[in-house]
């Protein structure tokens, strides 16, 4: 499994902004098999910082299988316009090191 991670700070769009496209997009990604999980952060501190984190089968899944896939195109339509506001887009590995309670 590979984790993106997509972080945007709004310059142009309120924060709720994205969060609506979001949510709308969300049943691209569900319907994708590619696709293993997700969840949209805002930062408290800052609260025009926010971290989408997508959890893929693998990086090629992603780039080859969703991308090139049917579900791409109408979820692409949905964010395009926050594209211009992402600050990393980029894949992930899990190492050993972690714990959760």
């Known amino acids: 499994m590979i984790v993106e991670y997509i972080r945007y700070q709004m310059t142009e769009h309120k924060p709720e902004k994205l969060i609506e496209a979001y949510s709308a997009a969300i049943e691209h990604l569900r319907a994708a098999p590619q696709c293993l999980g997700y969840d949209l952060t805002r930062c408290v501190e800052e609260p025009l910082s926010l971290i989408l984190r997508i959890q893929w089968t693998s990086t090629e899944d992603h780039l080859e299988g ?7 195109p109408p979820f692409l339509a949905l964010i395009r316009p926050f594209i211009g506001e992402i600050t990393e887009m980029r894949h992930y590995e899990h190492l050993d090191v972690q714990w959760q309670r």
């Open 66 to 72: 969703f991308r090139k896939g049917p579900h791409f």
